[in-house]
């Protein structure tokens, strides 16, 4: 089993920035592809961004393309995501993510059901 745990959440003003976390722990882990989603107030869970863990290849919605950065660091077991110039849009609690499997290149990795674990999700509040 894995577990996900997220951190980094806040208040930030539009134009601002935020560094979210996603710590890994658990006895078994693939090489598994990695995911952020949101979730905003009565909207559907959407995709933000996902990378491969061994060869780090990224996806993003075109919603933050530009704007986010996701990457890893292989030795602390961690996901991030920095996200820069914050819109009131971009306000969800955001939800970390991972593949039970091995990713799959060529495969989409942008809607929740690929993946298997969890985080409990983290609020980001973006203030005009």
């Known amino acids: 089993q894995v577990q996900l745990v997220e951190s980094g959440g806040g208040l930030v003003q539009a134009g601002g920035s935020l560094r979210l976390s996603c710590a890994a722990s658990?006895?078994?882990?693939?090489?598994?592809?990695m995911g952020w989603f949101r979730q905003a107030p009565g909207e559907e869970r959407e995709f933000v961004a996902r990378?491969?863990?061994?060869?780090?290849?990224?996806d993003y919605a075109d919603s933050v393309k530009g704007r986010f950065t996701i990457s890893r660091d292989n030795a602390k077991r961690t996901v991030y995501l920095q996200m820069n110039s914050l819109k009131p849009e971009d306000t969800a609690v955001y939800y970390c993510?991972?593949?039970?499997?091995?990713?799959?290149?060529?495969?989409?990795?942008?809607?929740?059901?690929?993946?298997?674990?969890w985080g409990q999700g983290t609020q980001v509040t973006v203030s005009s």
């Open positions: 658990g006895r078994t882990f693939s090489n598994p592809a």
């Open positions: 993510a991972a593949t039970r499997g091995p990713f799959v290149g060529g495969s989409s990795y942008r809607t929740a059901q690929k993946y298997d674990y």
């Open positions: 990378v491969s863990w061994s060869g780090g290849s990224t």
